[in-house]
């Protein structure tokens, strides 16, 4: 079981910076591959970002790629995502998920999800 819980989501102008930050609970939590998803109200839950476990592979969206920046620490059991240049449709609740799948930018393979954080851009 591992229990994720993000914080870090605000409003900020366009152009503007946010890091979320999840941190989880529970066991091997570096045996995880972690993702970032966000839903925009009325819109299904889109693939952001995904980290592997050990390896720290990295991968985007391409609408996000070159301003998003997902990163982990596996002492502190924590996930980050650093978003730069944010756009106005960037405006999300903003998810963050875990699996031992290696079809990480499968929404449907991810087993643990938090509560979310919302993310305001306003232009």
């Known amino acids: 079981q591992v229990q994720l819980v993000e914080s870090g989501g605000g409003l900020v102008q366009a152009g503007g910076s946010l890091r979320l930050s999840c941190a989880a609970s529970?066991?091997?939590?570096?045996?995880?591959?972690m993702g970032w998803f966000r839903q925009a109200p009325g819109k299904e839950r889109d693939f952001v970002a995904a980290?592997?476990?050990?390896?720290?592979?990295?991968y985007y969206a391409d609408s996000v790629k070159g301003r998003f920046t997902i990163s982990r620490d596996n002492a502190k059991n924590t996930v980050y995502l650093q978003m730069n240049s944010l756009k106005p449709e960037d405006t999300a609740a903003y998810y963050c998920?875990?699996?031992?799948?290696?079809?990480?930018?499968?929404?449907?393979?991810?087993?643990?999800w938090g509560q979310g954080t919302q993310v305001t851009v306003s232009s």
């Open positions: 998920a875990a699996t031992n799948d290696g079809h990480i930018g499968n929404r449907g393979v991810y087993g643990y």
């Open positions: 529970g066991r091997a939590f570096s045996t995880y591959n």
């Open positions: 980290i592997t476990g050990f390896g720290g592979r990295t």
